[in-house]
């Protein structure tokens, strides 16, 4: 059944509420295995700093498609998402059990870059859209910048920058928007695990 558009946005942000709590609890269950990390703590909480204003831009997107838009169930839009070859961006270096620095610092570089990317395609999303899909662009280049220049700190930077895959072409305003809704989704999957393990390197 149809539900009032008002709670749909309530819903989402209890939702991501729910996820950032579950996420801190398991980060505070991890046990720490040896010396976790060589990175500044300074580092460490400005990223921390980024990844909640991205997560907030994120959720702000999802809520205007939801209540313009009526787009409110990533779940629902799944099979589009392979149609239109949507990637999501992994982080299996950066487990506690597994946890290697240089290729998680490349990872979660790589996985901006693709999120970079997707939500460079989604431009011409909708005039509504635009300021908040802008800002959320803006926030996700300066995080990956952040990394790379922690990269290059610590000498472990790749010669050259890497350069953007093929992208998914959306050929309408509802591929677009759909798009939006499951970009903003992997993004913040992709956020989730990031966060934890942030907060897993910066515990003393």
Not at 95 to 114: E, I, P
Not at 118 to 128: F, N, T, V
Not at 181 to 195: D, G, I, N, P, T
Request: contains cysteine; hydrophobic residues 45%; glycine residues 6%.
């Amino acid at each position: 059944p149809a539900e009032p558009a008002a709670q749909s946005p309530m819903k989402l942000m209890a939702l991501q509420l729910l996820l950032w709590h579950s996420a801190l609890l398991t980060v505070q269950e991890a046990t720490p295995l040896g010396p976790a990390s060589s990175l500044p703590q300074s580092f460490l909480l400005k990223c921390l700093e980024q990844v909640r204003k991205i997560q907030a831009d994120g959720a702000e997107l999802q809520e205007r498609l939801c209540t313009t838009h009526k787009l409110c169930h990533p779940e629902e839009l799944v099979l589009l998402g392979h149609s239109l070859g949507i990637p999501q961006a992994s982080l299996s270096s950066c487990s506690s059990q597994t946890l290697q620095l240089t290729a998680c610092l490349s990872q979660l570089h790589g996985g901006l870059f693709l999120y970079q990317g997707l939500l460079q395609a989604l431009a011409g999303i909708s005039p509504e859209l635009a300021p908040t899909l802008d800002i959320l662009q803006l926030d996700v280049t300066d995080f990956a910048t952040n990394i790379w220049l922690q990269m290059e700190d610590l000498g472990v930077a790749p010669a050259v920058q890497p350069t953007q895959g093929p992208m998914p072409t959306f050929t309408s305003a509802f591929q677009r928007r759909a798009g939006g809704v499951l970009v903003a989704s992997k993004l913040q999957s992709f956020l989730e695990l990031a966060y934890r393990v942030l907060r897993y390197l910066a515990e003393p």
